[in-house]
């Protein structure tokens, strides 16, 4: 059973940053392919980051040079920072941890944490 809790949500204005921190309570934190989605209202969620237990990384178009995805396995911790900020990058971020055992696979959400944008 893997547990993710996110933080480091806020408000911020346009041009600002802000890092979010998405903490695992497993212990083969290492195995799983993380990442970050994020929903705003009235949008589908959609994928904002991913990086794999060998740290490739893939980013949304979207978000290209100015988020970075990085993950601290001793930490069992996956970030997320995010540089100037957009008004259209207003949502609540989600933490996924993924990942294939044989056929199966899991997957494992956290609860979300809001990044409101002012212009």
């Known amino acids: 059973q893997v547990q993710l809790v996110e933080s480091g949500g806020g408000s911020v204005q346009a041009g600002g940053s802000l890092r979010l921190s998405c903490v695992s309570s497993?212990?083969?934190?290492?195995?799983?392919?993380m990442g970050w989605f994020r929903q705003a209202p009235a949008k589908q969620r959609e994928m904002v980051a991913a990086i794999s237990s060998g740290g490739s990384t893939n980013y949304a178009d979207s978000v290209k040079g100015r988020f970075t995805i990085s993950r601290d396995n001793a930490k069992n911790t996956v970030y997320l920072q995010l540089t100037n900020l957009k008004p259209e990058d207003a949502a609540v971020y989600y933490c996924r941890a993924d990942r294939w055992s044989g056929s199966i696979r899991w997957e494992y959400w956290g609860q979300g944490t809001q990044v409101t944008v002012s212009s």
């Open positions: 497993g212990n083969i934190f290492s195995v799983y392919t």
